[in-house]
């Protein structure tokens, strides 16, 4: 399984984390499938609703958002692919809180920003089991798509 | 007959269906028969002990079921129950920061600071080891090397605390690698090179002064990128928000 993404899209994504630092910034991936890799068409930030004094370290989605985005998913033809967060001032690998509350099936982009600058983005999905996190291909393409 | 709405993430397991019927009177029964026709959803939706998964919000007709009666919720004819992952994470918590005394490395440095210039200004080069082995005792202790001098002070009230949430460790270090140019210094010294002496003794020079008058550590920043590259030995981040080897606060 990979992750292709226009590095517009991750332009995108980098900048929202950027500008949510230092607290946790996050947001959705639309795309379509192409067997057993997706293609990645738009992103969606959100509002990160875990308590204020937490974002640094935390990041919640609302499943009212994740049902927005669905919807506005198949408007578009699109299907809602993962999940975009910052960890700020730490590595992009998922944390045991990542996996604990992981969603199965849904690609996760975790992007480092240090001192407010965006860095390396790895991408992950969780086990079928639950055990752990594992990391997928993530491919950055030049050209819009 | 009510209809149960899967999530995109879910629909793999439920051969792709969006909406599932069901003949169920509460949501928790709705839940079971679908696990039990989707055998490889029961998984996703229920962890140890047959618990919901953290992530599973369930709404009867926009209603959060938790408002309701929970998986006791009643389900009449045409409700829809939608199932809705809220979608949570976040970094691995840090080792907390400390409250780290920046008034004793101030007047640790002060003092460091005037040795040392009273030193080359009166050409006694053999009190540099003297200063050398008291910074890197201060390294080995993990304090400051004139933290006497800075009690007295607190006692007279001359001077008061700053406590500022920090990370110790780099101090630590750039006391360290003070000690250790110092050291090197004195092999100088020692060995017939007393340019090369100064030269090092001037960097330290610069350095405490730097640190003290600009509130900028170099062995803190080098302690920092150590870490951000992975140096075992290396593990703290600098304070969220501060530049590595700025004085946070």
Redesign the interface.
């Known amino acids: 399984m990979s992750l292709r993404i226009a590095s517009q899209l991750m332009a995108e994504i980098r900048r929202h984390a950027e500008q949510r630092y230092p607290e946790e910034g996050a947001g959705l991936i639309l795309g379509s499938l192409d067997g057993e890799d997706r293609n990645a068409h738009a992103v969606l930030p959100v509002n990160n609703r875990f308590e204020a004094k937490q974002r640094g370290r935390r990041y919640l989605i609302d499943p009212k958002d994740i049902l927005s985005a669905e919807e506005e998913a198949e408007r578009q033809g699109l299907t809602v692919l993962g999940v975009f967060h910052s960890h700020p001032d730490h590595p992009p690998t998922p944390s045991k809180f990542d996996a604990d509350w992981a969603v199965p099936w849904y690609i996760y982009l975790i992007t480092t920003v240090r001192q407010g600058i965006a860095e390396q983005t790895r991408a992950w999905r969780l086990q079928e089991d639950h055990a752990q996190m594992v990391e997928e291909q993530l491919a950055i393409e030049q050209e819009s798509r | 007959m009510s209809y149960i709405r899967v ?4 629909r ?2 439920t051969d792709g269906q969006i909406e599932v019927p069901t003949e169920a009177a509460t949501v928790g029964g709705a839940l079971q028969e679908l696990a039990d026709r989707y055998p490889g959803l029961a ?2 939706l229920f ?1 140890a002990e047959g618990k919901l998964r ?2 599973v ?1 369930l ?1 009867v007709n926009d209603q959060d079921v938790r408002a309701l009666a929970g998986v006791h919720t009643p389900l009449a004819e045409s409700d829809q129950l ?1 199932i ?11 080792t907390p920061l400390k409250a780290v005394d920046h008034s004793a490395l101030k007047t640790s440095m002060a003092v460091r600071l005037g040795f040392l210039l009273a030193i080359f200004i009166t050409d006694q080069s053999w009190l540099v080891p003297i200063l050398a082995a008291l910074m890197l005792i201060g390294t080995a202790r993990g304090k400051p090397e004139f933290t006497f001098g800075y009690r007295a002070l607190r006692r007279a009230n001359w001077i008061s605390p700053e406590l500022i949430q920090d990370n110790p460790e780099p101090h630590r270090f750039a006391l360290g690698v003070g000690g250790t140019f110092l050291a090197g210094a004195t092999l100088a010294f020692g060995s017939g090179s007393p340019a090369l002496g100064w030269v090092l003794t001037w960097i330290v020079i610069a350095l405490v002064g730097l640190n003290l008058f600009g509130g900028f550590c170099v062995g803190c920043a080098v302690y920092y990128w150590s870490s ?1 590259v992975g140096v075992p030995g290396f593990s703290k ?2 304070p ?5 080897g700025r004085r946070p606060g």
């Open positions: 999530p995109t993430a879910l793999a397991y998984p996703h962890g953290p992530y919000n709404f939608m809705l992952p809220s979608v949570a994470g976040g970094r691995r918590m840090s951000r981040a600098p969220p928000g501060v530049f590595p």
